[in-house]
């Protein structure tokens, strides 16, 4: 991808809308260093309409957990547009826009720091079990995925059509193994989180 090109582009983009926008191909097409180069470009002074898919994510969010998209959302006039720090998020490896900073909701957002001893003990079975490509239960796919990336339980929910009670409960479960640690309060959460 020619990056000049496209940080050109994407400030005509700017001039004619007051955001950029990056579609799913675009994205997939760059590199953490270009993404990098990109968010240096544009920082302070631009905001970044989230891509197509995670729009897509955040409108089954709003028909099936409207009290944590409110939350997000609101009366937000600039609706789903960030802050071009958030463009690192939108790599397939990572989760997507993190929902971490809910002030009226609990928040369900792990990375790997909330894993605890038993957790990390488990890791170890659960890693074994994907490399001999076997089936993980969903608590067990849950942890492996926060080993990956942070995530938070709607992205997971929607990615693996799963209903969001079930996961809050599994949650619960998975703090009273001692795998997990669940902070729901958002001034807690803010000491793990590297965004």
């Known amino acids: 991808m020619n990056l000049e090109k496209l940080i050109s582009q994407?400030?005509?983009d700017f001039k004619n809308n007051n955001y950029i926008q990056f579609s799913d191909k675009e994205i997939e097409q760059l590199r953490l260093d270009?993404?990098?180069d990109i968010?240096?470009?544009?920082?302070g002074h631009t905001l970044m309409k989230l891509p197509p898919a995670e729009i897509e994510f955040f409108e089954w969010l709003k028909k099936n957990d409207n009290a944590v998209w409110q939350d997000i959302w609101g009366?937000?006039?600039?609706?789903?547009?960030?802050?071009i720090d958030f463009l690192a998020q939108f790599l397939k490896e990572k989760n997507g826009f993190p929902i971490c900073d809910l002030e009226n909701r609990e928040n369900y957002y792990f990375t790997v720091k909330h894993i605890k001893p038993d957790g990390l003990a488990q890791m170890e079975k659960i890693?074994?079990?994907t490399?001999?490509?076997k089936k993980l239960s969903i608590d067990e796919l849950l942890l492996f995925e926060l080993h990956i990336a942070p995530i938070d339980i709607w992205h997971f929910c929607y990615r693996y059509k799963l209903p969001i009670?079930?996961?809050k409960t599994l949650i619960s479960d998975m703090v009273y193994k001692g795998w997990i640690v669940h902070l729901p309060l958002s001034e807690?959460?803010?000491k793990y989180i590297d965004i």
């Open 34 to 36: 270009e993404i990098e």
């Open 165 to 167: 009670i079930n996961v």
């Open 10 to 12: 994407k400030e005509a």
């Open 127 to 129: 890693i074994d079990k």
């Open 39 to 43: 968010i240096s470009h544009f920082k």
């Open 131 to 133: 490399e001999k490509q």
């Open 188 to 190: 807690d959460l803010l």
């Open 75 to 83: 009366e937000d006039d600039n609706l789903y547009q960030v802050s």
